[in-house]
């Protein structure tokens, strides 16, 4: 019994930011994500790393140490740890300690902390600004809704830019080296098409010029279709959209937040939010 009440307790703490504890200790933790990932960011530069190397390596060993004991401790206090492995947060979790211990038999594979700055969307919950995690997930919904059509539109895409690039081959190859071949004309249009425009490739001839400034005008109209698709899902998803919650309580059976504010169970799979009441 003592032992539910001192996981419940850890559980309170490291997982929800209701209470004055929970919340210092989830500030806490993203100050030391930040630290790390600006450690990181300032090592990857010769200079600094060599002045600064052995500061460098004390403090990512040091926040790796603290990171894999809370990591553990989620664990621990989770019902079903596999779950929260499994899940967004736990996953990313796991992946922004490992590359250290990596780097005992990887060289160079320590710069893959970077990805610690995902855990930095804990801020959201922890300050309850639900409204950014709402509009976060409207536009995942949209996106997801939407992946038949952009589908089918990039595989129209491609197509495009395939004959494209033979027409440019035909036109160009031969007497311009650019284009030497009809995967590099298809390069051609693929930078072209979408206007970024590297200028390491250019058409010589007046035909090759003139289809050149036909490709770049039916890129600005491409690049709006997709646009348009996304915005189309977004609008109807804003009609059927849920009433916002700002609860941070985490489910300690399978992890799952987002509950309302009288909820005794979780939603997601029935077990009691807070035993102890």
Same mark, same amino acid.
């Given at each position: 019994?003592?032992?539910?009440? @001192? ?22 933790? =993203?100050?030391?994500?930040? $630290? ?36 553990? @401790? &989620?664990?621990?206090?989770?019902? &079903?740890? =596999? ?14 300690? =490992? ?5 005992? =038999? ?12 995902? &855990? @930095? ?19 995942? &919904? ?13 595989? %129209? ?7 494209? !690039?033979? $027409? ?9 080296? !650019? ?16 206007? $970024? ?6 058409? /010589? ?44 309580? $985490? ?11 009288? %909820? ?12 102890? /009441?």
């Amino acid at each position: 019994m003592p032992d539910r009440r @001192l996981r419940n307790r850890i559980h309170e703490i490291i997982f929800e930011a209701d209470t004055p504890t929970g919340k210092f200790f989830d500030i806490a933790l =993203l100050i030391l994500i930040g $630290v790390s990932v600006i450690a990181v960011m300032l090592e990857s530069s010769e200079e600094w790393n060599q002045r600064y190397h052995t500061l460098f390596f004390y403090t990512e060993w040091f926040l790796t140490i603290v990171f894999t004991i809370e990591y553990a @401790l &989620r664990l621990y206090v989770t019902v &079903r740890p =596999l779950k929260y492995a499994l899940s967004f947060y736990g996953i990313v979790d796991i992946m922004a300690i =490992l590359p250290s211990y990596l780097s005992l =038999l990887i060289p160079n594979s320590q710069y893959f902390l970077i990805i610690r700055v995902l &855990r @930095l969307m804990r801020i959201f919950r922890i300050f309850k600004l639900g409204q950014y995690l709402n509009e976060g997930d409207q536009l995942r &919904r949209s996106l997801a809704d939407s992946r038949n059509k952009i589908a089918v539109f990039l595989f %129209a895409v491609t197509m495009l830019v395939t004959i494209i !690039g033979a $027409v440019m081959y035909l036109i160009e190859g031969g007497s311009n080296d !650019g284009f030497s071949s009809i995967p590099r004309a298809v390069y051609w249009a693929i930078v072209t098409i979408t206007t $970024v425009g590297y200028g390491d490739i250019t058409p /010589q001839t007046q035909i090759g010029q003139f289809l050149s400034a036909v490709v770049m005008i039916i890129g600005y109209a491409i690049i709006a279709v997709p646009t348009g698709i996304v915005t189309s899902e977004m609008m109807r998803g804003e009609r059927r959209r849920k009433p916002l919650r700002n609860n941070t309580q $985490v489910c300690r059976f399978c992890a799952k937040e987002g509950h309302d504010d009288d %909820a005794v169970y979780c939603k997601y799979c029935g077990g009691r939010l807070n035993p102890e /009441q």
